[in-house]
C-alpha cells in the first residue's frame, strides 16, 4: 500500500497485502521450527542472505516477519526485528554494535531494568556515563573520541522527564554517533524518533504497542539515517554479503537474535499483532484520560506534586506539546504527607495495583516500595523520587469511571 495511507489504515491492511494463504486477512502462526527445501540450492541461498526465506524459526519466522514489517510501517523506518522482550531488543542491540572499551552515554533517567543490565555490561568491559538527558550540554560533556553510542528515552518512568530528543540527535549526527532512541512511553503513534534523527528505535511491544497485557515482546528498528558502511564494529563477513544500509540490521539480526536467542515466538507474534491494530484509539482514548486525572490531582489537596509532560509546570511541557502528537498515558503524583499511601491505593476499587504500563485498564504503583525500591533511599532521593509517589498507567476505561475512583479514594478520611 503507498504510504499516504493513515496509521491505522497502514497497520490494518499490513498482513494482508503480503498475501498470506487463501486470502487470510492476518498472517497465520507458523509454528514452524524448521524449513525444507526441494532443492538444497535454496537452502544455501538462505544461509547466504541471497533470498529471503526462512531456514531456522530462531533467527526469522513469517509470522515474526508480519509483525516486524507493521512496526517499521509505525516507525517509517528501514527495517525491524523483534526479540521475546523488550530487555532483549535493548541488550541485543548493544551487545552486537559495541565492543568491551566502547564508550556509551545514557540517559539517568531509564526504565529500572536497562539501567541494571547496562551496569552488567560495564561489568563485563563496556564504559558508560549517565547523564540528565533533559540537555543536551551533559551529552556533550560526557562525550569522548570512543563514544559509539548515545541511549534515551522519549518519557522516562516515572518522573515523565523528556530528553532533548531534536538536539541530542543533531549532535549524534556531528559527531556520527550511533543514537537509540527507546519510544516505549510514547509508540510511534505518538512520536516517531526518526523524525529527530535517531538511528535506532527501541519498543517493548509489551506495552502500548500488544495493548493488552497478554503477551512480552520487544523490537528494534533502523531509521536507515546511520550510515553503517563506515561503522569500525560491523564484522568484516557481513561487508561482502550484505547490502551497505542494512549492515546493523544484519549484525543485530545475527549476533543479537540469532545468536543471543531472545526469540519471539510466532503465538506471541500474533497476539501483538492483533493488538497494535487498536493503537491509535487506544492511545487516543488513554492520553484523554491521562490528561483529566492530571488535571484532578493536580487540583486536589492531598496531592502534593503531578508529573505529567501536559501540565504546564512540567519543565519539558513546552517541548513535549512540539515533539509528541498528545501527551502521553503515563503520569506521576506523590500525596501530602497526612495521607497514608497504602491505604489510599487500597481505596482504589477500579484502579489496579499492578506493574505493567500500556495495558488497556489503569494500574497503580508506589514507586519506592517497588520498581525503585533496590536503588535505595539515597539514589531515589537524589533522583528526586518521593516516598510517597504513584505512578499510573492510564487506561482506556471511561473517563467519568476513572475521575470517581481516584476522587473518592482521596476524599476518604485518613
Ligand atoms: C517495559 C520497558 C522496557 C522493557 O520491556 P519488556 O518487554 O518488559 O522487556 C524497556 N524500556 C521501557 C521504557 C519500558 O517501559
Known amino acids: 500500500m ?132 533533559t540537555d543536551v550540554e551533559n551529552v556533550k560533556a560526557a562525550y569522548t573520541n570512543r563514544t559509539k553510542m548515545v541511549l534515551v528515552e522519549t518519557v522516562a518512568n516515572p518522573a515523565t522527564q523528556v530528553a532533548d530528543l531534536e538536539k541530542i540527535g543533531e549532535f549524534c549526527k556531528e559527531k556520527n554517533v550511533i543514537y537509540v532512541v527507546d519510544n516505549t512511553m510514547t509508540s510511534p503513534y505518538l512520536f516517531r524518533p526518526v523524525s529527530v534523527n535517531a538511528s535506532l528505535v527501541i519498543n517493548s511491544l509489551t506495552k502500548y504497542i500488544g495493548g493488552h497485557a497478554n503477551a512480552l515482546g ?68 488513554a492520553c484523554t484520560n491521562a490528561a483529566a486525572v492530571a488535571t484532578l490531582l493536580a487540583h486536589h489537596p492531598k496531592v502534593s506534586k503531578v508529573y505529567y509532560p501536559g501540565l504546564e509546570q512540567h519543565p519539558q511541557h513546552e517541548l513535549a506539546g512540539r515533539l509528541f502528537k498528545r501527551n502521553g498515558a503515563l503520569l506521576s503524583f506523590a500525596l501530602t504527607d497526612d495521607v497514608d499511601l497504602f491505604q489510599f491505593l487500597n481505596n482504589l476499587q477500579l484502579v489496579i495495583k499492578s506493574s505493567n504500563l500500556g495495558d488497556t485498564r489503569t494500574l497503580a504503583i508506589p514507586v519506592a516500595h517497588t520498581i525503585f525500591f533496590e536503588l535505595g533511599a539515597d539514589r531515589r532521593a537524589e533522583m528526586g523520587i518521593p516516598d510517597s509517589m504513584i505512578r499510573l498507567s492510564v487506561g482506556i476505561e471511561d473517563t467519568e469511571d476513572l475521575l470517581n475512583d481516584f476522587k473518592t479514594a482521596l476524599d476518604a478520611q485518613y
Open 2 to 133: 503507498s504510504n499516504n495511507k493513515g496509521f491505522t489504515t497502514t497497520i490494518l491492511h499490513s498482513d494482508r497485502l503480503l498475501k498470506p494463504e487463501h486470502g487470510a486477512l492476518h498472517q497465520p502462526v507458523h509454528n514452524a521450527v524448521t524449513w525444507g527445501f526441494d532443492d538444497v540450492q535454496g537452502l544455501v541461498d538462505v544461509f547466504q542472505n541471497k533470498s529471503k526465506g526462512y531456514a531456522y524459526s530462531r533467527q526469522g519466522n513469517p509470522t515474526v516477519t508480519a509483525l516486524e514489517h507493521k512496526i517499521t510501517q509505525m516507525e517509517q523506518g528501514l527495517a525491524t526485528i523483534a526479540f521475546s522482550t523488550g530487555m532483549a531488543a535493548i541488550t541485543a542491540t548493544i551487545m552486537a554494535l559495541l565492543k568491551a572499551g566502547d564508550h556509551m552515554i545514557a540517559s539517568s533517567y531509564l526504565f529500572g531494568n536497562t539501567r541494571s543490565i547496562l551496569q552488567t555490561l560495564t561489568d563485563i568491559g563496556l564504559s558508560i556515563d549517565f547523564v540528565d538527558a
Open 218 to 285: 520487544g523490537s528494534v528498528t533502523d531509521t536507515g539515517l546511520f550510515d553503517w558502511d563506515t561503522y569500525e564494529n560491523i564484522a568484516p563477513v557481513l561487508k561482502g554479503m550484505i547490502k551497505p544500509q542494512m549492515l546493523g540490521m544484519a549484525q543485530i539480526r545475527k549476533r543479537g537474535l540469532r545468536d543471543g536467542g531472545g526469540t519471539l515466538a510466532p503465538e506471541a507474534a500474533h497476539t501483538l499483532s492483533v493488538g497494535s491494530e487498536t493503537l491509535a484509539l487506544r492511545m487516543e482514548r
